[in-house]
C-alpha cells in the first residue's frame, strides 16, 4: 500500500496550528517533545517522587566499565576509591598551600633574612611533600581521571 506524498498517512497527525511558535503544536517539535510537553500539561509529572530536588548525577565516565559496579558498591557504602581520597586530600593541600603562602607574603617585607631562609625551606618541604602525592595520585588514578601537574617552587618567595 503506497502514499503519494501529498497524502496523509494513518499513522501520521497533523495540526491546522502548526506554525512555528505558535499553538499547541510546533513545526521543529519531535513527537517525543509533543508527548512530554503533552503529559507535563496534563500534570502526569507532578508529585513524582523527588520533585523539587536535585538530581544526583554520579558521573563514573572516568571509571573503567568493568571496574563501575565495584565503585558503585563502595560508593554507596560511603567508600570511595584511594585515587579519589587521595585527589581530594591534594586540593585540600594546595588550598592550604595557598593561605599559608598568602599569609608569608603579606608579612614578607617585614621578614628578616633568616626568617626568610627559614619560611624558603618550610615552603619547599610542602611543595616536595605535595609533589610526592601527586605523584602517587598520577601513578594509581585511572588515565580517563587526568593527570594532576606538579607544583614547581620558583619565584613565590623572591628577594
Known amino acids: 500500500m503506497g502514499y503519494e506524498p501529498s497524502e496523509t498517512r494513518p499513522s501520521e497527525e497533523r495540526s491546522t496550528e502548526a ?28 508529585n513524582l517522587p ?13 571509571v ?8 558503585r558498591l563502595l560508593k554507596n557504602a560511603g567508600y570511595a576509591p584511594a585515587w579519589i581520597e587521595l585527589q581530594k586530600h591534594i586540593h585540600a593541600e594546595l588550598a592550604d598551600l595557598e593561605r599559608w603562602l598568602a599569609r608569608v607574603t603579606e608579612r614578607w617585607t617585614r621578614t628578616g633574612p633568616l626568617e626568610r631562609e627559614r619560611l624558603r625551606a618550610e615552603y619547599t618541604q610542602k ?3 605535595l609533589n610526592r602525592q601527586i605523584t602517587t595520585y598520577n ?21
Open 139 to 159: 601513578l594509581i588514578a585511572p588515565p580517563a581521571a587526568g593527570q594532576l601537574p606538579l607544583r614547581r617552587p620558583g619565584h613565590e618567595l623572591a628577594e
Open 50 to 62: 523527588g520533585a523539587g530536588q536535585p538530581l544526583r548525577l554520579d558521573d563514573d565516565a572516568h
Open 19 to 46: 506554525r512555528p511558535g505558535q499553538g499547541p503544536f510546533r513545526a521543529n517539535e519531535s513527537l517525543i517533545e509533543r508527548r512530554i510537553r503533552e503529559a507535563e500539561a496534563a500534570g502526569m509529572f507532578a
Open 127 to 129: 611543595v616536595r611533600e
Open 64 to 71: 573503567p566499565e568493568d571496574l563501575r559496579p565495584g565503585y
